[in-house]
């Protein structure tokens, strides 16, 4: 018996909340609707082997049933069972990707894909330009064999394209209707199902393998999820937010009892704050909801950007602004009316053009006598000439003689100079001190530029130390890990240098590093003060007996960039690598429905280069086959309708593609027809693990390599989203065996996007990541958590085959300690196993012996039990780093 899940075109939406939860290792059984009637489904087998059946189905995802968990389910009638089976394996597997049916063109991928790539184009460019209807076939010859294909209506010889072979059309490869009936009747089963004559070892598990656990009590459990959401101290990923809205939605917020009295991240405080403006039963309650949460003009602007449909982090562009209601625009005046007239008029103007659109529809001159240094603050914006004698030049000239010290008049206009171009006209006149004076006011501002401010300085360093380390102190702690990783950047030999600018998108691009370095000894001074000051917030955080420490996060770097990174199956932040999956092959995967009236060609392509970065070759519709089977592309399909959508696969062999001189591969996905990812209506792609062979002999789709897609090999899923059209992912390092996770885009414009029309651009970000990333001058979570442990816990335990003990002695610094951990120096303790249960962890696999309520980090979730521990996200080990609040603050 199976409880397989059901195809998809049959499926209903998953619960959000269930799905949110999901993700956290906990199952909510009254989350989990049922999906068709259990008459539908066929007779309840007994509860014993429903539950078996459950268990094995689940495996057949990559999750694992808890004992809890498991126990509650055994307690159910039948009916009950199959429907929470159901519901629950509907639910994992549209996280893993097996949701939708995954077809590529070729149905014997990989074992029959042909050779011949231009022999073939040949072939299917001549049948369409020649082939006449009703006529003998023109490249066999034979009568009564050629027939139209639908919905394409390209006529195709049945002899020379024998369509058992294909699930498109063999000249244009768009998908064919006849494919669905053909399909649904032959041996094809959902991507979820296992024959039950296949056996499931629990052993065999994938490294992304998540423990699922019994939910005790849902309001607690969903309470808790929005209060770990809001205390981020990292701005949200899409997933995230949409998680926070479905739990908002379900916790309900008229009483407000649920807002935290400090939303640290700008863009979570203004997606909250959008929810309350829009709900008319808050209306008496808002003006002290903005007092509290908008502290800045910018607070302000991201509130308005997502009421005209934009979104926080104001980085996509609005077509069209939406009129404000008018009890709206006098809130958002009125506040700013009440912020710091220096601090209004400065970010009014860091964020120019912006306010300038807003303005039109925020009307600050209509009643401006209530709110005169808001009107002030936009008319120095707008460079505004009220009429001589009107209200308006009343009112500005009465605020700008209060303010004479910012603003002056010139020829009628309000003029200000802003705090930004005094900073570069001090640099920019070698006025280095006065530079750094006016950073010093913006503390994460001078971090920012602290390399820049290092270079310039010739004086003694004493007086610089002491106001970065007062920067340091106020700064947020992704700021000052990426100074930490610039002066490590700027200190040692030079390397490639690379960028994520802000965006929508993370767009990266490289250049090389010809900045003269900064001396050994300012840099190690630099790098001692913001590791002491990590080490300093972190001694203010609980105490802990024992922490365990994996030295395999030494891989994992902690995260930056968070906000563009793609929703994905395993939270691996950017930079960070991991060992290829066991065994000599990995399949590569891209699955794409295109929305109703809109064709959409997905390429899923892989670039080759050798040591130097030097392109050797690729694998794509362009060149199904390379090398002797190193590459293998399960073909090119050009549409993907719903309900089946559109799939293709590259299998790499990793010992044939050494052999042809290839180090260095990156897997790219392409928009050949430039339609943006975020038109789709469903686009992922991902890793498999030691995809499974089949026997040549067997007849059938897929037999000869088996099912193409087998959720429980799945390393990797992310989805596709956002403005762009063409995805890199990843690179994978054969000589290191290691794949290197990027989740960047690239910029391209006009259609037929394909590996040759960038090669060289792919090869130099490949060879470019590698070195950047590998010289360790970003901070990993390994050097996190030392920190971390160093700071807190009595006793560290670090394993790595043995456990090695280590405590801190009375004559030893925290940044000594730290250090003797991050290098792996002496340790106190030589142990063969974990001699004590750990109430704080940082782990590559969550399989450790934990105290109840201990907090951990693990990479790889298998082993948690998320009902009894706290799991953390990467972000949040960053996060409990913020600045301590001032007294009084």
Same mark, same amino acid.
């Given at each position: ?18 799905? !949110? ?20 489904? +066929? ?22 049933? +808890? ?8 307690? &159910? ?25 995954? $077809? /590529? ?17 040949? @072939? ?19 009568? +009564? ?52 004559? &296949? ?48 739990? $908002? ?33 808050? =209306? ?43 009890? @709206? ?47 002030? =603050? ?133 250049? !090389? ?39 395999? $996060?030494?891989?994992? @770097? ?7 990174? #793609? ?8 930079? #960070? ?12 995967? $891209? ?47 050009? #549409?993907?309708?719903? /309900?089946?959508?559109? #799939? ?81 992912? @990843? ?29 060289? &651009? ?46 801190? &002695? ?55 039990? !998320? ?23």
């Amino acid at each position: 018996m199976r409880l397989a899940p059901p195809n998809r075109a049959t499926s209903a939406e998953t619960d959000p909340v269930a799905l !949110a939860l999901l993700r956290r290792g906990l199952v909510a059984p009254g989350l989990l609707a049922e999906r068709q009637r259990i008459k539908e489904r +066929g007779a309840a087998a007994p509860v014993a082997a429903g539950v078996r059946a459950l268990e094995a189905d689940a495996l057949a995802l990559g999750y694992l049933i +808890g004992p809890r968990l498991h126990a509650y389910l055994s307690r &159910q009638q039948a009916p009950r069972l199959a429907a929470l089976g159901h519901g629950l394996l509907d639910a994992l597997a549209s996280l893993v990707g097996a949701h939708v049916p995954h $077809l /590529p063109l070729f149905k014997n991928f990989p074992a029959r894909v042909p050779a011949g790539t231009d022999d073939l184009f040949v @072939l299917r460019m001549f049948a369409y330009i020649a082939q006449p209807y009703e006529s003998s076939c023109v490249l066999c010859g034979k009568e +009564g064999t050629v027939r139209p294909v639908s919905p394409c209506g390209h006529l195709v010889c049945l002899t020379c394209w024998d369509l058992d072979d294909y699930t498109g059309c063999p000249i244009c490869h768009r998908r064919i209707d006849e494919a669905v009936a053909h399909l649904d009747a032959a041996t094809w089963r959902p991507s979820g199902a296992v024959p039950d004559d &296949q056996a499931l070892d629990p052993a065999a598990a994938p490294r992304r393998a998540v423990r699922l656990e019994l939910v005790e009590c849902l309001d607690d459990e969903v309470h808790a999820a929005v209060g770990a959401l809001l205390a981020r101290r990292t701005p949200l990923r899409e997933q995230e937010l949409a998680e926070l809205d479905a739990l $908002l939605d379900f916790v309900g917020h008229r009483d407000l009892a649920w807002l935290p009295d400090v939303i640290e991240v700008r863009e979570t405080r203004a997606h909250v704050l959008h929810r309350l403006v829009t709900d008319p039963a808050l =209306a008496d309650r808002m003006p002290q909801a903005l007092d509290r949460h908008a502290t800045t003009a910018t607070d302000l602007l991201r509130l308005l950007h997502l009421c005209s449909g934009g979104d926080a982090g104001m980085r996509r562009p609005i077509a069209r602004r939406a009129s404000l209601p008018r009890r @709206l625009r006098r809130l958002v005046l009125a506040r700013l009316n009440t912020l710091p007239t220096v601090a209004l008029l400065d970010d009014l103007h860091r964020h120019r053009d912006a306010w300038l659109r807003t303005a039109e529809n925020l009307h600050p001159f209509e009643e401006a006598a209530r709110h005169p240094d808001a009107a002030l =603050a936009f008319a120095a914006l707008r460079g505004t000439v009220p009429a001589p004698g009107s209200p308006l030049d009343a009112v500005l000239a009465a605020a700008a003689e209060r303010h004479i010290a910012l603003v002056h008049r010139h020829r009628g206009r309000v003029r200000y100079r802003t705090w930004r171009s005094h900073v570069e006209t001090a640099l920019r006149d070698g006025a280095d001190e006065q530079a750094v004076a006016l950073l010093a006011q913006r503390p994460g501002e001078l971090l920012r530029r602290l390399t820049v401010l290092a270079h310039r300085h010739t004086g003694d360093p004493t007086e610089f130390l002491l106001t970065v380390a007062e920067a340091a102190e106020q700064a947020a702690p992704g700021v000052v890990l990426a100074a930490l990783g610039a002066v490590r950047a700027a200190t040692q030999p030079a390397r490639p240098r690379l960028f994520f600018p802000a965006g929508a998108a993370a767009r990266l691009w490289t250049t !090389a590093d010809t900045r003269r370095r900064l001396p050994a000894d300012l840099g190690g001074e630099l790098e001692q003060l913001l590791v002491e000051e990590m080490l300093r917030r972190a001694a203010t955080l609980p105490r802990v007996q024992t922490a365990l420490l994996d030295p395999g $996060l030494a891989d994992v @770097l902690a995260p930056f960039a968070a906000r563009t990174a #793609s929703t994905a199956l395993l939270d691996l932040p950017r930079g #960070s690598t991991q060992p290829l999956p066991d065994g000599d092959v990995v399949r590569l995967f $891209l699955h794409w429905t295109e929305p109703e009236g809109v064709r959409v060609d997905l390429d899923l392509s892989v670039a080759m280069y050798d040591v130097h970065g030097v392109f050797t070759g690729l694998c794509d519709f362009t060149r199904l086959r390379f090398g002797d089977r190193a590459a293998v592309h399960s073909g090119d399909l050009t #549409s993907a309708p719903a /309900p089946l959508g559109a #799939s293709e696969f590259v299998d790499l062999n990793v010992s044939r593609l050494l052999g042809a001189g290839v180090r260095y591969l990156v897997m790219v996905v392409f928009s050949y027809n430039d339609i943006a990812f975020e038109q789709m209506t469903d686009a992922f792609a991902g890793v498999m693990a030691n995809p499974p062979g089949g026997s040549p002999g067997r007849r059938g789709p897929f037999a000869a390599g088996g099912e193409p897609f087998q959720p429980q090999r799945v390393e990797q899923r992310f989805d596709l989203t956002g403005a762009d059209k063409i995805a890199t992912p @990843l690179v994978v390092d054969l000589h290191e065996r290691r794949t290197r996770w990027l989740d960047a885009k690239l910029a391209g414009s006009g259609c037929g996007h394909q590996v040759g029309g960038y090669s060289v &651009q792919l090869g130099r970000l490949a060879v470019a990541a590698d070195r950047y990333f590998g010289a360790g001058f970003r901070v990993s979570m390994w050097e996190l958590a030392c920190w971390h442990a160093a700071a807190r816990a009595d006793r560290v335990m670090v394993r790595d085959g043995a456990v090695r003990g280590y405590e801190r &002695q009375p004559y030893e610094r925290a940044v000594d300690f730290a250090a003797r951990l991050v290098h792996a120096g002496p340790a106190e303790h030589d142990e063969t196993a974990q001699s004590a249960p750990a109430a704080f962890a940082a782990l590559l696999h969550g399989d450790a012996e934990l105290t109840d309520a201990a907090r951990v980090y693990a990479l790889y979730h298998a082993g948690l039990d !998320a009902a009894r521990v706290e799991r953390l996200a990467a972000a949040d080990l960053v996060a409990q780093l913020a600045p301590m609040p001032k007294p009084g603050d």
